[in-house]
Structure formats: C-alpha cells, structure tokens
C-alpha cells in the first residue's frame, strides 16, 4: 500500500503547456506528442496524480473538454518530459489511466487505500496491453514503456512477459524483488535516496537480483539527496531539483535510444 510520502507534493496544474495533442487509443484518452513515422515509441505510465484534473469526473466531459481546450492536460512536468522525450526522436504517448479520477490528497474521505482499490496496478496492466497492441498494430515498433511511482508496476509487469522492448522504473512502488526476478527485457531503474516506497535497500536488492540474470541487461542508480516523485514533481523554480530531474530524464532517454533506435 502506498505510504504517505508518495502522496505528497501534487502536481501544480498548468493547462497551457505542451505540444503535443490528445488521442483516442484502446479506449483511454493519451496525451500524444512526436512523430509516428519515426516508428520508436515511449509509453509513459504516469503516478497516481494522472494527467487529468480530479474535477472532470465523466470521461466523456473529459475527451470534450481537453479536445475543446487542446492543451488541457495536467502535470505539466509529466507532459513537458513527454515532449523532450519526442524531441530525442520518440513517438510518446502517456495514456490517462484514471478517467479524470487522480488521487486527490485533499479529499479526506476517499484515502489512498480506497482510491487504489478503483485503480488497481491490474487494471492499469490490461489497460496497458491494449494500448501497445493497437500501437504495434499502426506499426509503431519498437516500444518501450516508463513507469513513475504507481506507473513502474504496470511497466514491471509488461516487462516479465515480454511486451515492450525496454523498460525504465523511476521511484517505483509496489515493485518486489520477485518481480524483478521475472524481468525478461532491459530495464533501468532509477531511484531516490530518500524514498519510503522503494528504499536504497530495496533497490540494492533489485540490482543483486538483476545481477544473476546475465541476459538481461539491466542499470540500477540512486540518485543522492532527492525524495520519492523527484522526476515528475518538482518545483521548476528550483533550480538544484530541476537539474536532478533532469538528469533522471537524460538517463531514461538514453535507455531508450540504446534499446530502441
């Protein structure tokens, strides 16, 4: 179960960033961004605070609304990491999974015990599946997948039956050791120091079991002085949380051109 610190820090929205679009695709909304001839394609598999506002409940409103506005999209950090990832040469897509429905840390009657029993990492996994076979099937291949805080589950478990090319973790939770072990793709994983959900002792042990498993090529890193959530919610203004940020995104980009360009 998620801990009070993967709660924390909710993404400041910003509807008016971004240069990509919204997309129907296997039945979820997707913020969309980069050029699909290029055939290379990222999934980002986003942390419990979505990439829609909690106020647009009803998926209908929420297509309407975001295709009226265009830019609509949340998180704004999450789509701007979705852009410079496409300018590297990626299709990018970053589906929203809640349906207008992120956790909401000010509403005190629906806790993050309750929330995840709607949104499930089993869900977000067939959900998932979908979305990469109507993507193979416009022939956009390879595909890789990154998962922040509740998104790296889902992408764990893409990556033990072989469903992508590549996988990046960042500042997982709900990950175990056994699901490591089943990896059976390259995978990255990269994490905080100061981290309840996924320790440096946890990812210590991911990296010993990785270790065993020579034919998969795999990069364990703890980034220093950074809490959980440091890739997608961090002030911009901060100039020193920008640059670890920043360095977290260099590493996954660079992942995903060695495994899938």
Request: proline letters at 8%.
């Amino acid at each position: 179960m998620s801990g009070p610190q993967c709660c924390e820090n909710p993404p400041t929205l910003n509807p008016n960033c971004g240069s990509g679009h919204l997309e129907r695709i296997a039945g979820l909304n997707a913020y969309v961004t980069g050029l699909p001839e290029s055939k290379f394609t990222v999934v980002l598999v986003s942390d419990i605070f979505g990439i829609t506002p909690p106020s647009l409940r009803s998926p209908l409103v929420s297509f309407l609304v975001f295709f009226h506005y265009f830019g609509g999209f949340e998180a704004p950090n999450l789509r701007n990491l979705a852009d410079k990832v496409a300018a590297s040469g990626f299709y990018v897509v970053v589906p929203d999974y809640f349906k207008g429905d992120p956790y909401n840390p000010e509403n005190a009657e629906r806790p993050i015990a309750i929330w995840l029993k709607d949104h499930g990492h089993d869900k977000g996994f067939e959900e998932t599946k979908l979305i990469v076979e109507a993507l193979k099937g416009k022939g956009l291949s390879p595909i890789g997948a990154a998962g922040f805080c509740w998104g790296a589950k889902v992408v764990v478990e893409l990556s033990k039956l072989g469903l992508i090319e590549a996988a990046v973790m960042l500042h997982p939770s709900f990950v175990t050791v056994e699901d490591i072990k089943a990896v059976t793709v390259p995978i990255c994983v990269l994490g905080a120091e100061i981290d309840q959900m996924s320790p440096p002792v946890l990812l210590k042990k991911f990296e010993e079991a990785l270790a065993t498993k020579p034919e998969v090529d795999a990069f364990v890193k703890i980034f220093p002085k950074v809490s959980h959530g440091w890739t997608v919610r961090y002030d911009v203004g901060n100039a020193e949380a920008v640059k670890c940020a920043e360095e977290a995104h260099l590493d996954m980009t660079e992942w995903f051109v060695k495994y899938l360009k």
